[in-house]
């Protein structure tokens, strides 16, 4: 048994009901219903939501909604991790078992591909592993990267590399924040995601836009002009 779970509370502040918004033609959540469900990974594809306007428009594109998520679990301090353990349990508790394998599947992923979906199941499926999810490079070698200090002045993260080649430093990988593919145990245990337990989707950085502020929504609306067609 498989399980898709969309996290998608109501109380995004940076941009209000984002993941209802309407996107390149529908609701921000109806593309990663959508890709769930087309791409023939899950038995079922669940929303779990704390509002009851998201939780209308989620079934109103084919995902279930099997309950409202409880207020400890919707509010700025409550993490994917912490969203994903509640969905596995209340799976169990309606089901009488758990699944086999849970992908906690971002609501605002416009840009997921179903091919990206099948390759992460194909990799938990047959490797021991905790966890697959998709990732990217960073453009820019993290090891040059700068802050400013207290004073407003540069200063160099790793300043011992201030003088090596861009081509002699490690490639650095980013989450692309889009899907987690897990088995049962690890979201139950809430086992830790970043570890030698994990595996990859390559994700091609033109592909990848995190939306969590309006510079995010206005580059993803761009993008979506080239990635999703007119």
């Not at 390759?119 to 966890?131: F, N, P, R, T």
């Not at 995190?210 to 990635?227: K, S």
Request: glycine share 4%.
């Amino acid at each position: 048994m498989r399980l898709a779970v969309i996290p998608a509370r109501g109380g995004s502040k940076r941009i209000p009901l984002k993941n209802i918004k309407e996107f390149h033609g529908k609701p921000m959540i109806a593309w990663s219903i959508q890709a769930a469900i087309e791409c023939g990974c899950f038995d079922q594809v669940w929303v779990s939501t704390d509002d009851a306007e998201i939780a209308e428009v989620a079934k109103a594109y084919g995902a279930k909604v099997p309950f409202l998520r409880p207020a400890e679990l919707s509010d700025d301090f409550a993490t994917t991790a912490d969203v994903m353990q509640h969905a596995v349990q209340e799976f169990k508790h309606e089901l009488g078992f758990y699944p086999d394998f849970v992908c906690c599947l971002y609501a605002t992923a416009p840009f997921v591909r179903q091919e990206d979906l099948k390759a992460g199941l194909k990799i938990i499926e047959s490797k021991s592993v905790d966890y697959v999810f998709s990732a990217t490079t960073f453009p820019f070698p993290i090891q040059r990267a700068i802050k400013l200090n207290l004073e407003g002045n540069v200063e160099m993260f790793s300043p011992e590399h201030f003088n090596t080649r861009s081509q002699d430093l490690e490639e650095a990988w980013h989450d692309a924040g889009q899907f987690y593919w897990g088995t049962a145990n690890a979201w139950t245990n809430k086992s830790v995601i970043f570890s030698d337990k994990s595996c990859v989707i390559e994700l091609p950085r033109y592909r990848v836009q995190d939306i969590d502020t309006v510079e995010d929504w206005c580059r993803a609306e761009l993008m979506a002009q080239l990635l999703l067609g007119a």
